[in-house]
């Protein structure tokens, strides 16, 4: 078989990786990519046994001696940006065992869908403040103009950063997660560092403003944890940058990218219509069929077998997520969209000790969202394809332009 | 082979063949039960394979961990027969278990 073109950065790739996925879930064996030393795994049953596996670990640092850690941190150009050290490459994701465990044990509770549940009343009044805003418009980009400002506004009141202030939060996690991805430019490091000094300095006067005044937000309870030493000022300014981030890219490219699903798909679209309790299969198609958050890696502590074969301790595996919830051998019909699938075994929130924390507020916001949207408008169409971003990490349309119709 | 009863919250009963090394979640996952999402795919995670295990059998089940202890504060109408299904390693001895599934996880 000849090699697959994997090339995660081209225009190829951007406009449709499953095509790529698929030659690569094909092969025999996991597939080594070279540029960042990995083994990129894409079928089902091979990315989940990782992603269970206690000896995978998203960090190793722990594991290496300083000098080794200086040295890994320098092939990752994850070097020469000490606020990024400190706050980014430092937080509940890449921690593991004890630290991450408690650190997730203090901020979970405010992410169970019980609690979650709670927020579907501020959501409803912010997507329709949104769209009363859209009101003379028949035409709009679906990202940009609207979905794009949900998911930061309602994160932001979840930890109690104020309104006025989310767009700028937005900005500055867009800038540090571009680093993120595996073309890692000079500029972006620079700006990726920038914006985490800037953030940084942001949360510390949020901090001393909820110290000061506590209020029901989650920035109080931690600055409560944090007073009390069950986390140290750096582990909250790290693990509130981190659910800010997490709680913007992501849901905003689901959300581009559902709507272009339910657009491209126009009978799945109607039967959503016609029985609006299908939104959450929907919503969780939506994360199956394009995953946001597409590519995540894992660690081997031990000489492990993946697939098969033996690898070393100190393999790096890649979990192509998006991969994954195409693989004909776990989804019928994997490639087509569908509204009413069940069970859905997806893992575009990963799984493991790493699952997606806020997953139930990404739902709840693309519940409301998508409802909203269809009893507004009897018709919704593509006014032009969109073209999405590029990269293997993220996985989103950057512009959807839409025509609505209303009654 | 154990058989492990799942009586769904609608008096819907399946009973199911277990492995030994299996969780009780792979056993209902495999047996379709919908209500058990196990989202995290069974790391004590997510708190969604909640399950209440029948009276006769709580004692007999080797009693939560800490990490499971500490989820179950989360579950949804928890009550002292509650357990996270993905904990509960199957052996022989679980012949004849009898699990009853919640409505929903959420």
Known sequence: ?407 | MTKITFIEADGTTVEAKAEPGMSVMQVAVNAGIAAIAAECGGACACGTCHCYVADEWVDKLTPPEDDETDMLDFVIDPTPSSRLSCQIAVTPEMDGLVINVPSSQT
């Open chain 1, 1 to 407: 078989m000849t090699r697959p073109d994997f090339d995660p950065l081209s225009a190829r790739f951007a406009q449709d990786p499953h095509a790529v996925y698929a030659e690569l879930r094909a092969l025999d064996a996991p597939y080594y990519y070279e540029d960042v030393d990995t083994w990129m795994l894409t079928k089902a049953a091979e990315v989940e046994a990782v992603a269970l596996n206690k000896t995978m670990v998203r960090n190793r640092d722990h594991l290496l001696s300083e000098a080794e850690r200086k040295a890994e941190q320098r092939k990752l150009n994850w070097h020469d940006m000490p606020h990024h050290e400190r706050f980014v490459q430092t937080n509940l994701l890449e921690s593991e065992g004890e630290t991450h465990a408690r650190l997730r044990k203090l901020v979970f509770r405010e992410f169970t869908a019980a609690m979650i549940a709670r927020q579907r009343d501020t959501i409803q009044a912010f997507v329709d403040h949104l769209l009363d805003g859209l009101a003379d418009r028949d035409t709009f980009d679906f990202v940009e103009d609207f979905a794009a400002h949900v998911p930061g506004h309602i994160i932001g009141r979840v930890i109690g950063v104020p309104d006025v202030d989310c767009p700028q939060l937005r900005v500055w996690s867009e800038q540090v997660v571009r680093f993120f991805d595996v073309g890692r430019g000079e500029a972006d490091k620079q700006l990726a560092e920038q914006a985490t000094k800037e953030f940084y300095e942001y949360l510390l006067t949020l901090v001393a403003a909820r110290r000061k005044a506590p209020r029901e937000d989650l920035m109080s309870r931690m600055v409560e944890h944090c007073d009390a030493g069950r986390m140290s000022e750096d582990e909250l300014v790290a693990t509130t940058m981190l659910i800010l981030m997490a709680g913007h890219g992501s849901t905003i490219d689901v959300l581009g990218s559902g709507m272009h699903a339910l657009l491209r798909f126009p009978d799945q679209h109607q039967k959503l219509r016609d029985d609006p309790t299908l939104i959450n299969l929907a919503v969780q198609e939506m994360f199956r069929f394009e995953s946001p958050l597409p590519y995540f890696h894992r660690f081997a502590t031990e000489d492990t077998e993946v697939a098969g074969r033996m690898f070393e301790a100190g393999t790096r595996f890649g979990l192509l997520y998006g991969a994954a919830n195409r693989d004909p051998a776990r989804f019928e019909k994997a490639d087509q969209f569908d509204v009413t699938r069940s069970p859905n075994r997806h893992l575009a929130f990963g799984g493991g000790t790493h699952f997606c924390l806020g997953n139930h507020l990404a739902r709840l916001d693309m519940d409301v969202i998508f409802t909203t949207l269809n009893q507004r408008f009897p018709r919704i169409e593509l006014v032009q394809e969109p073209t999405y971003k590029p990269g293997l990490s993220v996985r989103g349309p950057i512009a959807l332009e839409i025509a609505v119709r209303r009654p």
